[in-house]
C-alpha cells in the first residue's frame, strides 16, 4: 500500500497559509489597538529642597522635687508654674507634665482614676505603676515614693510621656 504524499504536502500547505493569514489579522488588530490606547499623564515630580534639621538643638534639664522626692529629665523650653510646694505644672509648645503630692488631692484623684481602666502598665523602680488616658492626648497615673511615704500624681502629654516615664527616679 502507497500513501500519496500531495494531498498530504497540500493539505500542510493550506495549515500554513491559514496560520500566516490569522496572525496577521491578529496582528493588524494589536496595531489598531495600539494606536488608539491614550497612556495616563505621568505627573512630574518637581524636585524640592530637603527639610533641614533646626539650628536649635532641643537640650534637657533635670526637674527634681524635694518635697515629694522624685525627679526627671524634661526640655528645657518649658516653662515651670509652680502651684504650691506640693504641685506645679511645666508647660511650653504643646507639652505639659503635672505633678501633685498633697495627700488629700492625690487620694482625689486616685479615687477618679479607679473609675477608669488602665491603658497599660509598667514598672518603675520595682513599682507596678497603671497608666490611664484622659483623651487622646494626656496621660495619667499615681506613683508612690517609698522612702518618703507619698503617693504622687502626674498628669503628662502624650509628646512627652516616654521622656518623663523612662526618666522618673524616686529618692528621699
Known sequence: MQINSRPMILFFLLLALLTFLVGFRLGRRVEKMDKTYVPKPTINMIPTDTPSPTAVSLEFVN????????????????????????????SGQNSNVYYEC???????????????????????????????????????????????NRSIFFEISDNLADLVLKTLEFNK
Not at 104 to 131: C, H, M, R, Y
Request: with cysteine; net charge positive.
Open 63 to 90: 526637674y527634681q522635687n524635694k518635697i515629694c522626692g522624685f525627679n526627671f529629665i524634661y526640655p528645657k523650653f518649658m516653662e515651670e508654674n509652680k502651684i504650691s510646694s506640693e504641685s506645679s505644672k511645666l
Open 102 to 148: 498633697n495627700k488629700t488631692e492625690v487620694f482625689n484623684k486616685k479615687e477618679a482614676l479607679s473609675e477608669l481602666d488602665p491603658q497599660k502598665e509598667l514598672t518603675i523602680q520595682n513599682q507596678k505603676i497603671k497608666l490611664f488616658r484622659k483623651n487622646d492626648q494626656i496621660i495619667m497615673f499615681v506613683a508612690l515614693n517609698s522612702s518618703k
